[in-house]
């Protein structure tokens, strides 16, 4: 009864009367009983908002300016008509005056250390606040089950949030809303959240994790003890789906241990092991591949002098300080070239470029390395526009000059965790700038540049950024593992990367005559050892590796040379690709190569417009031939096409003709006759020749052959 305790304490009356007036809602009071009896909820679950509580007026002036909303007008704008509105609508502004308190109070409540004391220095978010609250309202011996996002275990500014939650915390299950379990219009597919539930306070960590969910059934099948994993262990199933089975091996048991583990893997240096983020694992088996990885190496900043930048902020450096404008097109000065993070791919700087009319992340073509000349650059995003501004605001080098003036080592700032690849770097020359999508760091000298290259561009490294969860990289790089390079590992790098002019300086640095006997790891027509004994110290265009094949391949061979060098085993590689890149592998599955080494098809989504469609697409503006092609005995082909044998070979001019009408060609070629407008001088017809037959890679094979191949080179190694 509530009045009983309005007589004893009259103020509690006063607080009930503003619960009433501003939606407050005081536990204590309204369940007073509960609390002196039990001290507390026994059992306590819930959903709470994912929200930050931000002042957007916007949605209160749209009530009376709809197309404030409609046209998603910009803030200065919204200021410029507020006065305007409320000038005829004194009601609203009473309104919106009212609106403003609620919400700037609200702000102060939650943001107010004497509220929240946990929460100092963590990112405000309402979950975060009903978590605090949902442990103040148990019982001693009271269970606590949250659905909220993720964030505040990959968070590294998160420390002590995470210091005070563990003890407590009994089970983290991590999910993504693939599935989807939640309506995707509110909910990104991709988006991450979490199931927590806590316990009474142990005074120590000991949890279990479940990381890269996608179904509730799978906790169950994991914790039943099912020892055999139906469809395959990786995120994705045998079938190419998101694997919702569960074994007994998707179930981590952590403790002081591991935490100890990852707080020395990704946090910096002596942070308490209790502050860790949890990592996705999808195997309690890799967490072994994160303490060899801590055991055998260094973090970037503590092995070698380097700096970043995110460079220009698109918004401020075009709206505010005008240093850059939008403007797509060829750029003859360097000075003017910026690059965005869709034009870089792992270890290649000239991934695409962007096309004429560019407003939307798909309007972007594959750039052709074996076509363009030694001096090219794809178009430029933006270039400079008051130059007084942009003189003025130029980052300064630690190392002497301006950042821009250094080669650098960029990698994309926002990474999917579910995509091909997570982590996107490559090395981008002097004089290219970029917006805040692309971070670049500099090291003090090339050989640092070449020894944090053969380590990034491996997928043993995309695995370490896979298991932190994060989305938003930034300043990463700090901790990433670094080791200095062994020739081998130079070699590729250098080949991968120096693909025009632009590198020449970085190829001369960087050259030694030892790299001339080194050799490829597998033997196949289509990678010639000539491509190592023919080298120079000047570089040459033709030099750097240009054909898919190739360029795999060193990849392959840079994925085994990282294992080797951070303690890795062969089948712990193999694990992480099987595991942690599904949409790789699958991929992987589906792309041919001709016998010259391109790409005659792919179904990968970052490749479009490479090779044939799958059926022919007559919304594509290219012509398809066949000239002298003999299919492999038994095909279809020959009989629909009455052609296609040693004595009737398939001839054919300008067919309707898509991958799945060749793909059992034996010998032939197929020429694709297209208009190219990812040069400057474009757009130019350009041919381009595919050579039956036709060949997919194993990549699990690949690895076992290469990993062989350099045992044998440098001794056993060390697992």
């Known amino acids: 009864?509530?009045?009983?305790?309005?007589?004893?304490?009259?103020?509690?009356?006063?607080?009930?009367?503003?619960?009433?007036?501003?939606?407050?809602?005081?536990?204590?009071?309204?369940?007073?009983?509960?609390?002196?009896?039990?001290?507390?909820?026994?059992?306590?679950?819930?959903?709470?908002?994912?929200?930050?509580?931000?002042?957007?007026?916007?949605?209160?002036?749209?009530?009376?300016?709809?197309?404030?909303?409609?046209?998603?007008?910009?803030?200065?704008?919204?200021?410029?008509?507020?006065?305007?509105?409320?000038?005829?609508?004194?009601?609203?502004?009473?309104?919106?005056?009212?609106?403003?308190?609620?919400?700037?109070?609200?702000?102060?409540?939650?943001?107010?250390?004497v509220n929240f004391p946990i929460l100092k220095s963590v990112q405000t978010n309402l979950y975060k606040c009903f978590i605090c609250h949902g442990l103040m309202l148990r019982s001693n011996s009271g269970v606590v089950g949250l659905i909220n996002e993720n964030g505040l275990f990959d968070d590294p500014d998160g420390g002590s949030f995470r210091a005070y939650l563990f003890p407590a915390l009994r089970y983290h299950f991590q999910f993504f809303n693939e599935w989807p379990l939640f309506d995707t219009s509110g909910v990104g597919h991709d988006k991450k959240f979490c199931i927590n539930i806590f316990g009474k306070n142990k005074g120590e960590a000991s949890f279990i994790s479940i990381a890269n969910l996608f179904h509730p059934k799978t906790i169950d099948e994991s914790l039943s003890g099912n020892d055999f994993p139906k469809k395959g262990v990786g995120i994705k199933d045998d079938n190419g789906k998101w694997n919702i089975h569960g074994f007994s091996d998707r179930v981590l048991n952590l403790g002081e241990t591991e935490l100890k583990i990852f707080a020395e893997l990704y946090l910096s240096s002596n942070s308490p092991s209790i502050e860790s983020l949890i990592p996705n694992l999808q195997m309690s088996q890799l967490v072994s591949v994160l303490e060899k990885m801590t055991k055998n190496s260094r973090k970037t900043a503590l092995m070698t002098k380097a700096s970043a930048s995110r460079m220009y902020d698109q918004t401020n450096a075009e709206k505010k300080t005008k240093e850059i404008k939008t403007e797509v097109s060829f750029q003859n000065d360097i000075e003017d070239f910026f690059i965005s993070g869709s034009m870089l791919f792992v270890a290649n700087p000239l991934y695409k470029t962007p096309n004429r009319v560019c407003v939307k992340n798909s309007d972007f073509s594959v750039v052709d390395l074996l076509t363009i000349n030694d001096d090219y650059r794809p178009r430029s995003l933006f270039k400079r526009w008051l130059l007084e501004s942009y003189l003025k605001n130029r980052r300064i080098s630690p190392f002497g000059g301006y950042h821009r003036n250094k080669y650098r080592l960029a990698y994309r700032n926002m990474a999917k965790q579910v995509r091909e690849r997570t982590f996107i770097p490559a090395i981008i020359p002097p004089g290219v700038a970029h917006i805040n999508g692309i971070v670049s760091v500099e090291f003090e000298n090339c050989e640092s540049l070449i020894s944090a290259s053969a380590l990034w561009f491996s997928v043993v490294i995309d695995f370490y950024i896979k298991t932190t969860g994060k989305e938003n990289l930034n300043s990463i790089w700090e901790n990433l593992p670094f080791k200095s390079a062994n020739l081998a590992q130079k070699a590729r790098v250098i080949l991968l990367t120096c693909l025009t002019d632009d590198y020449s300086e970085l190829w001369e640095k960087?050259?030694?005559?030892?790299?001339?006997?080194?050799?490829?790891?597998?033997?196949?027509?289509?990678?010639?050892?000539?491509?190592?004994?023919?080298?120079?110290?000047?570089?040459?265009?033709?030099?750097?590796?240009?054909?898919?094949?190739?360029?795999?391949?060193?990849?392959?061979?840079?994925?085994?040379?990282?294992?080797?060098?951070?303690?890795?085993?062969?089948?712990?590689?193999?694990?992480?690709?099987?595991?942690?890149?599904?949409?790789?592998?699958?991929?992987?599955?589906?792309?041919?190569?001709?016998?010259?080494?391109?790409?005659?098809?792919?179904?990968?989504?970052?490749?479009?417009?490479?090779?044939?469609?799958?059926?022919?697409?007559?919304?594509?503006?290219?012509?398809?031939?066949?000239?002298?092609?003999?299919?492999?005995?038994?095909?279809?082909?020959?009989?629909?096409?009455?052609?296609?044998?040693?004595?009737?070979?398939?001839?054919?001019?300008?067919?309707?003709?898509?991958?799945?009408?060749?793909?059992?060609?034996?010998?032939?070629?197929?020429?694709?006759?297209?208009?190219?407008?990812?040069?400057?001088?474009?757009?130019?017809?350009?041919?381009?020749?595919?050579?039956?037959?036709?060949?997919?890679?194993?990549?699990?094979?690949?690895?076992?052959?290469?990993?062989?191949?350099?045992?044998?080179?440098?001794?056993?190694t060390k697992e």
């Open 1 to 113: 009864n509530k009045k009983v305790i309005f007589d004893v304490m009259p103020r509690a009356q006063i607080a009930d009367s503003l619960a009433e007036t501003y939606r407050y809602f005081h536990w204590e009071l309204e369940f007073a009983d509960i609390f002196e009896i039990n001290s507390g909820f026994d059992l306590i679950l819930g959903n709470p908002p994912w929200v930050k509580v931000l002042w957007k007026e916007g949605g209160v002036l749209a009530d009376n300016s709809p197309n404030i909303a409609i046209n998603k007008l910009s803030a200065s704008k919204v200021d410029f008509l507020r006065e305007e509105i409320f000038k005829n609508n004194q009601k609203l502004k009473n309104v919106y005056l009212q609106e403003y308190e609620n919400a700037q109070s609200t702000q102060n409540f939650i943001n107010t250390i």
């Open 510 to 716: 960087s050259f030694t005559e030892s790299i001339k006997n080194e050799r490829w790891a597998k033997d196949d027509p289509r990678l010639s050892n000539l491509r190592f004994s023919s080298l120079r110290n000047e570089w040459k265009q033709n030099f750097s590796l240009r054909t898919d094949f190739e360029r795999r391949q060193a990849l392959i061979e840079i994925d085994v040379l990282a294992s080797i060098e951070l303690g890795l085993s062969l089948e712990e590689l193999i694990s992480i690709y099987k595991v942690q890149f599904p949409v790789m592998r699958q991929y992987e599955s589906d792309t041919w190569y001709d016998q010259k080494g391109r790409i005659v098809f792919t179904s990968s989504k970052g490749l479009i417009g490479v090779g044939l469609d799958r059926k022919f697409n007559k919304k594509n503006e290219f012509t398809i031939t066949i000239k002298d092609g003999v299919f492999i005995d038994g095909s279809e082909q020959i009989i629909k096409l009455k052609a296609g044998t040693e004595e009737k070979p398939w001839n054919e001019e300008s067919g309707q003709i898509g991958w799945e009408d060749i793909k059992d060609l034996k010998s032939g070629i197929v020429t694709k006759t297209y208009m190219d407008d990812t040069v400057p001088d474009g757009p130019v017809e350009r041919t381009i020749e595919y050579h039956a037959p036709f060949d997919r890679c194993d990549r699990e094979e690949d690895y076992r052959v290469v990993w062989a191949e350099f045992e044998r080179r440098f001794g056993k």
